[in-house]
């Protein structure tokens, strides 16, 4: 018996012998009649066996001492034989090859030939030589596969079937992909878990398909969820906090990654599983951050969360240029940082006196800027400062210097008296200031001895001059004077003072007279040939100064900076060599009495023609006046006399012979002087369109409309309102306005808004928001027993500002949370919400109702938390902290409310309960009818504020110009 394809050259040389037998049989004998051919196999079928191999099998054939097995490869024209088994076989494996087509071919062998054959049906031995997994996300896989290399494939194609498995589960179906495809996405999966795969091929032919790999499947990971609501935040102290949110359940620790200055993200640490936040404190200022996260376990790593940036920009330096009584000058540097981001950082400036506790904000200045000018301060006063960049979405950086510090600066005492010395005879000098420059305050005049040392001479709140006696001929001296503050707090004057005991003589005959344009030109009559020049003194409020200086033998001397109206007064005294004197010559009083010109104008242009109007007509002083029109090309340009314009005159009109940006100005001559009116810049081109035009607040009384700062000068806005596709203006608004109030809109209606900007060139295209739904009016049920405030109550409920406890009612009489008056405040005044605060807030999570409106005054520093960065938004707010927020909010939205002498508080049985740091606060509302007393004229600082009271307030702040 032979077994698979051993022994084949042997049968098939019988089959030969057999074959030549029965040629010479039939030569030498007659033909006799042929026994009937054996059947062919019945049933010829093929299997897969292993990966490897093809079992083939058939039906036994009665009568069959053996078969005969062919096999077709590939769609070949001819059959090759494979094996010839024995009677006894009805089965064979064959070993193939992946990526081929085979067709077999049976035939049963007798005693005497071949039988009749039968064909199988054609077998495809394909599947996938490698499997490739890729996690797509946290429940998606892709799986792809390779066909084996010089496949032939069936004509109708392979399906790719997969299976799935969770670690140590059962093989499930995952799907079928598309006829012919590479690569099947799995999905609905968990995340972070480990999953096998295996590939099938289902061609339709006969066998089943071989599942790829042969036994355990590959493996592969699901992605973790990507941590969700990265918050990157500065503290006051100057680290970065960080926190997110996350559903992943399967991570095992959280990693954290930061790039500085644009550059390649790093590993900054690897948290435990859980974790939701982390303090960097390896930052420095001058430097832009990014931040991400993601999850990892054993085997799988999650996606990264959305990028946090930072911009840590803030000052590092800040020191006083210069103090004077009213004024400190201030400078800052900035750390070297990359240029582009420098725009982001606007300084934001705060100031407070010496001995207060409440911060007061100084300015809020343009990036770039490292200067600022703080006016009209108290004299002889200590300021302490502290500065910090605001970003462009609101956030604040550190302070400079560091939290809890300040920057401490005195300002000067009023030390500009006009000190001034000559001599009277070779033994004599006498001094002199301006008594009522003293305001009060006491001279000391002192005298520097041989030593250098300063000497006393006089100490006097009364006097304004001494004379100086038993000098030495021809010697120089030197005095000085001091100016001391009741404050015991002192200065001198100026620079120390040396005069020679040498008489000079005093010049004569000085007049002022004015010139053309702006300028007085003060001349003098002096008949002496000893003088090396002369001095020329002014006197505007009271306080004479040096203000020019001539050559000898030059007897005027042109003034050309001159004051805007008031008293004027000059003085001259002759100058000869080094620290000799005369005594001063006087000239007459003057009046600088100019005529008022227009500062505030508007234009429009016309086919070609430019209309130039201000509001009030040009004043009529006769022939003393002339006025003409200027006008210039460029902020460079050289100012040019255009036109004559008459008095009394509302407008002037010109042909525009070049399209650009000009300026004009009106100029009015008087007697020799010339004054000049503001500017206005005519814009050389349309304004842009409007930007951020939504609406921030409605009530069944009003829609309160916002937008941003335009890039391009603008005049003014156009405010159209569309109801039942009818559409109209309904306002205007003026170039700096960023609001505008909608009185009119139906409660219940769905108007669309739309906004055009314009100036004198042309007008913007218009910008249309989506429709929005005013409020219906609401009706309060329980304000029968508070009369005074019902009125104010109803009208900010219809305005959208505020809200009833239920539809009904309002509970005038209930206590506000500070979360609550934040909302209202911010709201009347129409300061937005802010998306996230300045730094780490610890009681006002995301996603509350009121966390926009607190994280907005924690921006604007319109609150201040805690050491511990809490806020306390349902604490109940009291009137004295009500009444520090309201100026603070003023402040910001740039609604300027009166000065007020803390003095009002006089009035008020309870003054001296108000605490320090609320007393300037309650006086400015008091001063400005924001507040009044309660019963019994108390001002109960400390007492809780009502939903009631809130509501007058307010109102009262709506209707304050």
């Given at each position: ?5 051993r022994?084949?050259?042997a049968?098939?040389?019988i089959?030969?012998?057999l ?10 004998a ?7 051919l ?12 292993t990966?490897?191999?093809?079992k ?7 009568g ?5 097995l062919q096999?077709?490869t590939?769609?070949?024209?001819t059959?090759d ?9 009805t089965?064979y494996?064959d070993?193939?090859?992946n990526?081929?087509l085979?067709?077999y ?11 009749l054959?039968?064909d ?6 394909l599947w996938?030589?490698q ?9 998606k ?5 390779t ?10 194609g ?6 799935r498995?969770a ?5 499930i179906?995952?799907?079928?992909a ?5 690569t099947?996405?799995?999905t ?5 878990t480990r ?10 032919l006969p ?8 036994t355990?499947?590959q ?8 941590p ?7 503290t ?13 359940t399967?991570?095992?620790s959280t990693q ?11 590993l900054?640490?690897?948290l ?8 960097d404190?390896a ?12 999850h990892?376990?054993?085997?799988s ?5 959305p990028e946090?940036?930072?911009?840590l920009?803030y000052p590092?330096t800040?020191t006083?240029?210069a ?7 201030l400078?800052?540097t ?6 582009s981001v420098?725009g982001?950082a606007?300084p ?5 006196k010496a001995?207060e506790?409440?911060?007061t904000l100084?300015a809020?200045?343009?990036p770039?800027?490292?200067?600022f000018?703080d006016q009209a301060l108290?004299p002889?006063?200590v300021?302490?400062?502290r ?11 550190p302070w400079?210097?560091?939290?809890g510090?300040?920057?401490e600066i ?6 500009n008296v006009g000190f001034?010395?000559h ?5 004599m000098v006498?001094?002199?200031?301006d008594?009522?420059a003293?305001?009060g305050?006491t001279?000391i005049?002192?005298?520097y001895d ?6 006393v001479l ?9 004379i100086?006696?038993?000098l030495?001929p ?17 200065t001198?004057?100026?620079?120390p003072?040396?005069?020679k005991?040498e008489?000079?003589?005093?010049p004569?005959?000085?007049k002022?007279?004015?010139?053309a344009?702006?300028?007085v030109v003060i ?6 040939t ?8 002014r006197?505007?409020s009271?306080t ?20 805007a109206?008031g008293?004027?007064q000059?003085?001259?005294r002759?100058?000869r ?5 005369s005594?001063?010559?006087l000239?007459g ?11 505030t104008?508007d234009?429009?242009m016309k086919?070609g023609?430019?209309t ?7 004043p009529?002083?006769g022939?003393?006046v002339?006025y ?5 090309s460029?902020l460079?340009g050289i100012?040019?006399d255009?036109?004559?314009i008459?008095a009394g ?5 010109w042909?525009l ?6 300026d004009?100005?009106?100029r ?7 004054l000049?009116s503001?500017m206005y ?6 304004p842009e ?7 921030v607040?409605s009530g069944?009384?009003?829609v ?6 335009p890039?391009?000068?603008?005049s003014?806005f156009r405010?159209?309102?569309t109801?039942?596709?009818?559409r109209r203006?309904?306002?205007?608004a003026?170039?700096t306005a960023r609001?505008?109030p909608?009185?009119?809109a ?5 108007p669309?808004?739309s906004?055009?900007a314009?100036?004198a060139y ?12 005013v409020?219906a009016a609401t ?8 009369g005074?405030a ?12 505020t ?5 009904t ?5 209930k ?5 609550e008056?934040?909302k209202?405040?911010l ?6 919400q ?6 780490p807030v610890?009681?006002?999570p ?7 409106w ?6 604007h520093g ?9 806020l ?8 004295g902290?009500?009444a520090?927020c309201?100026q603070?909010?003023c402040?910001?939205?740039?609604k ?10 006089d009035?008020?049985?309870d003054q001296?309960d108000?605490p320090?740091?609320?007393?300037g606060?309650m006086?400015t ?13 108390n001002?109960?600082p ?10 007058v307030i ?8």
């Amino acid at each position: 018996m032979f077994s698979g394809s051993r022994g084949l050259p042997a049968r098939l040389g019988i089959v030969a012998c057999l074959s030549l037998f029965l040629l010479f049989a039939c030569a030498a004998a007659p033909i006799p009649s042929f026994a009937a051919l054996l059947p062919a196999p019945v049933s010829v079928q093929v299997s897969n066996n292993t990966w490897n191999q093809f079992k083939v099998e058939w039906a036994a054939v009665p009568g069959a001492t053996g078969y005969w097995l062919q096999r077709r490869t590939d769609g070949a024209s001819t059959f090759d034989t494979v094996a010839m088994p024995p009677a006894t076989q009805t089965s064979y494996l064959d070993i193939v090859q992946n990526g081929h087509l085979y067709s077999y071919r049976v035939q049963a062998i007798g005693n005497s030939e071949p039988g009749l054959s039968a064909d199988s049906t054609p077998a495809s031995m394909l599947w996938p030589t490698q499997i490739g997994l890729t996690p797509l996300a946290s429940d998606k896989v892709e799986v792809s596969w390779t066909l084996p290399a010089n496949s032939w494939l069936p004509s109708n194609g392979y399906i790719p079937v997969i299976e799935r498995r969770a670690s140590g589960g059962s093989w499930i179906s995952a799907g079928r992909a598309a006829l012919g495809a590479a690569t099947f996405t799995d999905t609905g999966l968990t995340e972070g878990t480990r999953y096998e795969y295996r590939v099938q091929f289902d061609t339709g032919l006969p066998g089943n398909p071989l599942w790829y790999p042969t036994t355990d499947g590959q493996s592969v990971y699901t992605k973790l969820r990507a941590p969700s609501s990265l918050n990157a935040s500065l503290t006051p102290y100057g680290t970065v906090d960080l926190t997110w949110m996350t559903t992943a359940t399967l991570a095992a620790s959280t990693q954290v990654e930061r790039s500085s200055d644009g550059g390649p993200f790093t590993l900054l640490v690897t948290l435990g599983a859980g974790t939701l936040s982390y303090s960097d404190g390896a930052v420095a200022n001058g430097h832009v951050y990014r931040y991400r996260v993601r999850h990892q376990n054993a085997g799988s790593s999650g996606d990264w969360s959305p990028e946090g940036r930072i911009i840590l920009l803030y000052p590092d330096t800040m020191t006083a240029e210069a103090a004077y009584p009213d004024q400190i000058n201030l400078a800052w540097t900035w750390p070297s940082a990359d240029p582009s981001v420098l725009g982001e950082a606007r300084p934001r400036i705060e100031r407070r006196k010496a001995g207060e506790s409440v911060w007061t904000l100084a300015a809020l200045l343009d990036p770039g800027v490292t200067s600022f000018r703080d006016q009209a301060l108290t004299p002889d006063t200590v300021y302490n400062y502290r500065i910090q960049a605001q970003y462009a979405d609101g956030s604040l950086s550190p302070w400079y210097p560091a939290a809890g510090q300040a920057r401490e600066i005195r300002t000067g005492i009023a030390w500009n008296v006009g000190f001034s010395g000559h001599a009277l005879s070779a033994t004599m000098v006498r001094l002199e200031w301006d008594f009522d420059a003293l305001g009060g305050k006491t001279a000391i005049l002192e005298r520097y001895d041989s030593a250098g040392v300063p000497q006393v001479l006089l100490t006097s709140s009364s006097e304004s001059s001494f004379i100086d006696t038993d000098l030495l001929p021809g010697t120089e001296y030197t005095w000085r004077l001091t100016i001391r503050a009741p404050s015991g707090y002192s200065t001198t004057s100026s620079d120390p003072l040396t005069v020679k005991t040498e008489a000079a003589p005093t010049p004569a005959n000085a007049k002022a007279a004015p010139a053309a344009a702006d300028r007085v030109v003060i001349s003098w009559q002096y008949d002496f040939t000893q003088e090396s020049g002369f001095e020329v003194w002014r006197r505007t409020s009271g306080t004479w100064e040096l203000v020019g200086e001539t050559n000898r033998n030059i007897q005027y001397w042109t003034d050309t900076a001159l004051p805007a109206g008031g008293q004027v007064q000059w003085k001259v005294r002759a100058v000869r060599g080094n620290h000799v004197y005369s005594a001063f010559a006087l000239t007459g009083s003057r009046t600088l009495d100019m005529p008022a010109l227009p500062q505030t104008f508007d234009a429009l242009m016309k086919l070609g023609r430019v209309t130039l109007s201000w509001a009030a007509p040009l004043p009529d002083k006769g022939s003393e006046v002339l006025y003409r029109l200027e006008g210039r090309s460029g902020l460079n340009g050289i100012w040019k006399d255009m036109m004559a314009i008459p008095a009394g005159s509302r407008s002037v009109e010109w042909f525009l012979m070049d399209i650009g940006e000009m300026d004009y100005r009106i100029r009015a001559d008087v007697k020799g002087l010339s004054l000049y009116s503001g500017m206005y810049v005519f814009p050389g081109r349309a304004p842009e369109a409007v930007s951020g035009f939504k609406a921030v607040s409605s009530g069944a009384g009003q829609v309160t409309l916002v937008w941003d700062e335009p890039d391009t000068a603008v005049s003014g806005f156009r405010i159209f309102r569309t109801d039942d596709g009818v559409r109209r203006q309904i306002g205007t608004a003026a170039g700096t306005a960023r609001r505008y109030p909608d009185t009119s809109a139906m409660p219940g209606s769905k108007p669309r808004y739309s906004i055009i900007a314009w100036n004198a060139y042309t007008t913007s295209p218009e910008v249309t928001m989506s429709p929005i739904t005013v409020p219906a009016a609401t009706t309060f049920t329980d304000l029968r027993n508070y009369g005074w405030a019902a009125p104010a109550i109803n009208r900010l409920a219809s305005l959208g500002i505020t809200n009833g406890t239920t539809r009904t009612s309002y509970s005038p009489g209930k206590g506000l949370t500070r979360a609550e008056y934040m909302k209202m405040l911010l709201t009347t005044l129409g300061i937005p919400q802010a998306d996230r605060p300045p730094g780490p807030v610890a009681d006002v999570p995301a996603g509350v109702w009121y966390a926009g409106w607190m994280y907005a005054a924690l921006t604007h520093g319109i609150l201040q938390p805690d050491a511990s960065g809490r806020l306390f938004p349902a604490a109940a707010i009291t009137r004295g902290e009500m009444a520090l927020c309201t100026q603070y909010a003023c402040l910001v939205a740039g609604k300027t409310m009166a000065a007020a002498e803390v003095s009002v508080l006089d009035a008020f049985s309870d003054q001296e309960d108000i605490p320090e740091a609320y007393r300037g606060a309650m006086a400015t509302l008091v001063g400005n009818k924001l507040l009044v007393g309660s019963s019994g004229r108390n001002l109960a600082p400390a007492a809780g504020l009502t939903r009631a009271e809130s509501a007058v307030i307010l109102v009262r702040l709506l209707d304050m110009k």
